[in-house]
């Protein structure tokens, strides 16, 4: 069986939904701390919807802020220029 390639998948989000809301957020390159998923979007099992947009197959990075328990979300940007070395 022959594997669908990522650009050919359809959005799986209902639109409005909080993974939705997070998705579409993370996506616009923006970071979002542990704390503002509540304060922004509403959310408090926010570990959960991020297990679930990573289900999805949506590349989101986290990282600790400090010791302060204070954790940051993020999709990075796809570089669209090649990198160096490498040939066509």
């Not at 616009?28 to 701390?33: D, F, P």
């Amino acid at each position: 069986m022959q594997q669908i390639e990522e650009k050919s998948k359809p959005y799986p989000f209902k639109l409005g939904s909080q993974n939705d809301r997070i998705c579409q957020y993370l996506l616009s390159g923006k970071r979002l701390k542990n704390y503002e998923f509540r304060e922004k979007f509403n959310v408090l099992a926010y570990n959960q919807r991020i297990s679930e947009i990573r289900q999805h197959g949506f590349d989101v990075h986290c990282e600790q802020i400090g010791d302060s328990g204070v954790w940051v979300y993020w999709i990075p940007k796809i570089s669209k220029t090649q990198p160096s070395g490498a040939t066509e």
